[in-house]
């Protein structure tokens, strides 16, 4: 009997966790697990990506509560009450300072989600795979039946905006949560420790097929630039560190190196660093990408790969 499992995500946007994901399931047996991908909405570059055989969902009724989640209480209840739904936007109001009281976000997620059906399905593991992401945990804490519940964590706790109450409240509810590093598991630790006997630390599985095919697939760089290149590959938020590229860019040129900076992604800080490369006049040096869902054959060409970060 195949061993159902469901990771939950917020969509397949290109980016790290997605392609771990992704690479972490062409890597299980196909007769060995009956795979669910459970989405909050239809998104992303990944999509096409999904091996065949996995399914895929998505969340019922995420639209209606979307901008209730993604916008600030105070201005989602004010634009009720303009629009004459007096009821709704009271309740927001009353919900929002509840939780706020309380120090307790899951009164608002429980007031938000109470038309929100459970998941039908029944599953031998059921994975908040796009963690820490607090609607994500606590849905599938509340709303997914599971015999065994995991919680993931991709990214440094200190370096984003982390709720530690709702972690030690929620994150008890799962029976083991798995993190990415040994720096990150210390880190977690050290925030909620109510959990240290759960953490456990997971790194991301890299399938060298994939990566071997996919590099000779996609168009890589389009340029004829004879110097060297060099790439990173990452989102375009502060925790990457593309600002730290820039700078160094700079030093290099300053010392009369033929080189150029690639970085394919994209991301909230695009125009921060835009204005960056513009201020140390590397239009032409610092090049940014944009996304694309194979970075393969980019970095089969590049001739130097750099991962910078934030990171301590």
């Known amino acids: 009997m195949k061993k159902k499992i469901v990771f939950m995500v917020i969509n397949m946007n290109v980016g790290g966790t ?110 908040a795979y796009a963690g820490p992401m607090d609607f ?53 630790v050290k925030a909620v420790p109510i959990i240290k006997e759960k953490l456990e630390v997971f790194y991301n599985i890299v399938s060298p097929e994939i990566i071997l095919s996919q590099s000779g697939q996609g168009k890589g760089f389009s340029d004829d630039f004879d110097g060297i290149r060099i790439l990173t590959v990452g989102r375009l938020t502060t925790e990457k560190g593309i600002d730290l590229a820039i700078h160094a860019l700079a030093l290099l040129i300053k010392d009369g190196y033929k080189v150029k900076w690639y970085c394919l992604g994209e991301g909230s800080s695009r125009r921060k660093y835009e204005t960056l490369i513009k201020e140390n006049n590397l239009q032409d040096k610092f090049i940014l990408l944009g996304s694309d869902p194979n970075p393969y054959p980019y970095m089969d060409q590049c001739d130097i790969y750099v991962q910078p970060s934030r990171h301590e």
Do not use: C
């Not at 309380?102 to 039908?120: A, Q």
């Open 18 to 127: 997605e392609k771990a994901l992704l690479n972490m399931i062409s890597e299980m047996h196909k007769d060995e697990y009956d795979i669910t991908i459970l989405m909050l909405e239809k998104y992303g570059g990944f999509l096409d990506s999904i091996p065949s055989g996995v399914h895929v969902e998505y969340l019922e009724g995420y639209e209606k509560i979307k901008g209730i989640l993604n916008k600030p209480p105070k201005q989602t209840a004010l634009n009720f009450l303009r629009n004459g739904k007096i009821t709704k936007g009271l309740n927001i109001i009353f919900f929002h300072v509840l939780s706020k009281l309380f120090n307790d976000k899951t009164i608002f997620f429980k007031y938000l989600m109470r038309h929100v059906p459970d998941i039908k399905n029944e599953y031998d593991i059921a994975v």
């Open 136 to 188: 994500i945990s606590y849905f599938v804490a509340k709303k997914i039946k599971a015999k065994k519940k995991i919680q993931w964590i991709h990214f440094d706790i200190t370096k984003i905006g982390f709720d530690q109450n709702f972690a030690s409240k929620v994150y008890r509810k799962f029976d083991k949560i798995f993190i990415v590093s040994e720096e990150a598991r210390k880190k977690l």
